[in-house]
């Protein structure tokens, strides 16, 4: 009996695990058994993979061949094993040396044909390889440039399995074998993004953008359809600083996980934004067996766009409860559980009634108050006891078609920087980097503002703030100290962080 082992990358969420792919061949009549507890898709590899190799004229092994899938008490998903799988059964037969083997990791979709397709989630993997001490991989050709944003592991890229084999052989094919140090892509270049300067009118909802952006801090537009609440929703990710080389790949890998396109390493913050038919599974994550990320993490380290919030379903809006709090979110099945970072920024946009008009001047709403109440309570108290900015958008007053342009993002974008600054040398040697990640606890101990209070011991009173919206108050008062460039916040900054959490309650808050 002839034995060789290939590695491939198991994921449990964005988290890699090495797999050892064992091949053994002979000792029964001809047939191939795969054990190690693959899914569906994986068990079909062996039709594949038997399939593949006849098309590039070779022969499969006419003997008993047995793939063993190490650790066998994980649960293997995915068809990113087909590469693996044939290495191993062609070096057990002796078509392939197997000296390449051992330090490298092998990731791909066999076609019928021979052909390496492109999988999910290979940024990921390759991260999981390189902190194996794996120091190869063997890829599809069109994802080269995904694999080679991992600095120090050593990449070729194959169009077929003939491609492979060569490489194994260790004769060069054309255009194929690339070291992620020497030739990493550049930057993906954000495409033209959109403009704050396309937004008419709305100063303090766009006020209300900035605060949000420089703290990062939840926010809810509401009032009436037309009024712009999804144009400054969608500029948000326009006036967010850049990502870290850290976060930017970890942002790519969960893309990539996802089954998005990565076509370089983007350094703006991702802006997912779920139509409100979403279930629950979609919005949060979900699967059969190892749960996929859902747009909550594909969201992570950027924005979460709810467009006509109440429309989604109430299932699905409560699933966020821990996700905003926690910054990540836990999927269990019977076969196991993954945990996915969710640590994103949410906006909420919302019309006041099923037909839009119901606080518009001028115009006739039809809606009943009983209809209006239920629009209404279609997000929760606890989802809203969540959001740090309630801002309604009134209907313009006059026609914004003039040739004047409102302020550029790129203004907007610069006090947010230096308010994200000041954040960063306040916060120093703690675990956050914004006034919205501050715990309550820190926040009353040693970021206490010396005045202010009494107005939110009033609110607290008349039971218009819960402890949890103290502490947001709060946080919204330091990221107005941070944009005047003060120290501490002072009394106004307080009542202001109080008016811009009350929302539509602004008459009686103070």
């Known amino acids: 009996m002839s034995l060789a082992i290939a590695t491939s990358i198991g994921l449990i969420g964005v988290r890699g695990v090495p797999i050892e792919i064992e091949a053994a061949i002979g000792g029964g009549l001809p047939r191939t058994i795969l054990v190690g507890l693959p899914d569906t898709a994986l068990y079909e590899a062996r039709d594949r993979c038997r399939a593949a190799v006849a098309s590039s004229g070779l022969a499969w092994p006419a003997q008993l061949v047995t793939i063993n899938l190490s650790p066998a008490s994980l649960p293997k998903t995915g068809s990113h094993y087909d590469v693996g799988i044939v290495a191993a059964v062609l070096a057990a037969s002796g078509v392939v040396p197997a000296e390449l083997l051992p330090a490298t990791v092998f990731l791909g979709e066999l076609g019928l044909d021979g052909r390496l397709r492109p999988v999910r989630g290979l940024l990921p993997a390759l991260l999981g390889a390189r902190a194996a001490g794996l120091v190869r991989a063997i890829v599809p050709m069109p994802q080269v440039g995904e694999a080679s944003l991992v600095e120090g ?29 020497d030739t990493a892509p550049a930057p993906e270049n954000a495409a033209p993004g959109k403009d704050l300067a396309d937004v008419s009118g709305q100063p303090d909802a766009r006020w209300a953008l900035e605060v949000a952006a420089a703290g990062r801090h939840h926010v809810f537009f509401h009032g009436a359809p037309g009024a712009g609440k999804t144009l400054l929703a969608e500029r948000l990710p326009g006036i967010l600083p850049e990502l870290g080389l850290g976060e930017a790949l970890e942002v790519t890998a969960i893309r990539s996980l996802a089954g998005l396109a990565v076509e370089g390493l983007s350094r703006r913050p991702p802006l997912s934004s779920p139509h409100h038919s979403a279930s629950v599974a979609s919005l949060v994550g979900g699967g059969p067996r190892m749960p996929m990320p859902g747009a909550i993490s594909v969201a992570h380290r950027g924005v979460l766009f709810l467009d006509e919030a109440p429309e989604f379903s109430p299932r699905a809006l409560e699933a966020l409860r821990v996700p905003l709090e926690s910054g990540e979110v836990t999927l269990s099945r019977a076969a196991g559980q993954v945990t996915y970072p969710a640590r994103f920024q949410l906006v909420l946009a919302a019309n006041p009634c099923p037909c839009g008009y119901a606080t518009t001047p001028g115009s006739e709403c039809r809606c009943t108050p009983l209809t209006i109440r239920r629009y209404a309570e279609r997000l929760s108290g606890p989802i809203l006891d969540r959001i740090d900015i309630q801002q309604q958008l009134r209907p313009l007053r006059r026609a914004y078609l003039t040739d004047e342009r409102a302020e550029p993002s790129a203004a907007v974008a610069e006090r947010v920087r230096l308010a994200r600054e000041r954040q960063g040398w306040r916060l120093a040697g703690t675990p956050w980097s914004t006034n919205g990640e501050v715990p309550g606890a820190h926040l009353r101990r040693d970021l206490a503002p010396r005045e202010g209070t009494d107005v939110l011991d009033r609110a607290v009173s008349r039971g218009q703030l819960s402890a949890r919206g103290v502490d947001k108050v709060l946080r919204v008062a330091w990221t107005l100290c941070d944009l005047a460039g003060r120290d501490q916040p002072s009394g106004s900054d307080v009542r202001t962080a109080l008016l811009m959490r009350l929302g539509h309650e602004l008459s009686s808050a103070v």
């Open 153 to 181: 592991m050593t990449v070729w890229g194959a169009r077929s399995l003939a491609d492979m084999v060569e490489i194994l052989h260790g004769r060069p094919v054309p255009v194929s074998a690339v070291s992620a140090e």
